[in-house]
C-alpha cells in the first residue's frame, strides 16, 4: 500500500529585525517589570542577601514570581522541599505557554528555541502570542527572533532594576505603602488588554477565573495558578478550535506569493479590511 509522506514545511525565519522588532514592543511592558525587579532588590537586601546572590539570582534564575516566593520562605533553615514544590506548582503554567506556542517553535532549530525559552516570560509570551496571530492573519510569515527579542527585553530590565533596588533604593521598609505591591497586577492587566479578548473568550476566562478564586480561597500555596490555567483551558477546549491557519503561517487562501510577504494586488486577509492590509498593525 503506498503511503503518502508528510508535508515538509520550512524553517521559521528568525532574523535580527525580528528580534529587535520584539525587543522594541516589550520595553513598555518591561518598565512596568522593573518596577517589581526594584521590590526584589530591596527585599533581597533586608532578608541579607548579598549583592552579588540577588543579582545572580536574577540573571541566572530569572522568575519573577519563583524569586520572590524564595525570599518568602527565606531564611536561617531555608525549606528547600516547600520551595522546590511551590515554584514548580507556580511555574507549571509554563507548560501550557510552551504548547500555544509550540507550532511555531517546532520549526525552529532546538537552539534557537529552547535559548528563546530560557528568556520567555509571562509578558514576553503574551506579546509574541498578539503578534504570531496577526502575523497569520495578514498573511504574513511570523518571525521567530520576536519571541526572544522580547525575553531580551525583559531580561536586561529585570536584572538593571534589581541592581537598583538593592543598591540605590533606602527607607522603603513598608513598599506597600507607595503602591509598589500593585505593580504585578498593572502588568497582568496592560496584557490582557493587549491581547485583544474576543467573544470566544468570555467562557474560558470566566472559567479560570472563577477557578482561580475558588482555589485560592479553599486551597493553600500557589495551586489557584494552575487551578486557573487548567480551567481555562479546558473551557476553550469545551468550545471547538479556532479556524485553523495552514502550518506555513499564511491565512486561508493566501497565495504562494503572499506567504512570502508578497501580497497579490488587490488581496484582502480574510477577516481584514483593504485598510488593515495598506497600513500594517501597530506592535502590542
Known amino acids: 500500500m503506498q503511503t503518502t509522506p508528510l508535508p515538509s514545511f520550512g524553517r521559521l525565519p528568525f532574523t535580527l529585525s525580528g528580534l529587535r522588532a520584539g525587543f522594541r514592543a516589550c520595553i513598555p511592558v518591561s518598565v512596568g517589570v522593573a518596577v517589581y525587579g526594584v521590590l526584589f532588590g530591596l527585599l533581597a537586601r ?21 524569586q520572590l516566593i524564595a525570599l518568602d520562605l527565606w531564611g536561617p533553615e531555608l525549606p528547600v522541599f516547600s520551595l522546590i514544590a511551590t515554584t514548580f506548582i507556580v511555574n ?15 520549526r525552529l532549530s532546538a537552539g534557537k528555541a529552547f535559548g528563546s525559552l530560557f528568556f520567555m516570560t509571562d509578558e514576553s509570551w503574551a506579546l509574541t502570542l498578539t503578534r504570531w496571530a496577526e502575523d497569520r492573519r495578514r498573511g504574513a510569515l511570523c518571525d521567530g527572533g520576536f519571541l526572544l527579542g522580547a525575553g531580551l527585553a525583559v531580561y536586561t530590565f529585570w536584572g538593571a532594576s ?14 506597600a505603602r507607595y503602591g509598589l505591591d500593585f505593580a504585578f497586577t498593572a502588568v497582568f492587566t496592560a496584557l490582557l488588554v493587549g491581547l485583544r479578548p474576543r ?9 479560570a477565573t472563577c477557578a482561580a478564586l475558588l482555589a485560592a480561597r479553599f486551597c493553600p500555596g500557589k495551586w489557584y495558578i494552575l487551578a486557573g490555567a487548567l480551567a481555562g483551558g479546558l ?21 504562494p506569493g503572499t506567504a512570502a510577504g508578497t ?3 488587490g488581496a484582502t486577509a480574510p477577516g481584514a479590511t483593504a485598510a488593515d492590509n495598506a497600513q500594517p498593525k501597530a506592535d502590542a
Open 263 to 265: 501580497a497579490a494586488p
Open 92 to 106: 507549571l503554567r509554563h507548560v501550557l505557554m510552551g504548547a500555544a506556542l509550540a507550532p511555531q517553535l517546532l
Open 235 to 255: 473551557a476553550a477546549a469545551s468550545t471547538g478550535p479556532a479556524k485553523a491557519n495552514p502550518p506555513d503561517g499564511t491565512s486561508p487562501g493566501t497565495s
Open 162 to 175: 534589581t541592581a537598583l533596588g538593592h543598591v540605590l533604593v533606602r527607607g522603603l521598609d513598608d513598599p
Open 46 to 66: 533586608q532578608k541579607g542577601l548579598s549583592f552579588l546572590e540577588a543579582e545572580s539570582m536574577s540573571l541566572f534564575v530569572f522568575a519573577g514570581a519563583s
Open 199 to 207: 467573544r470566544a473568550d468570555v467562557l474560558p476566562l470566566a472559567a
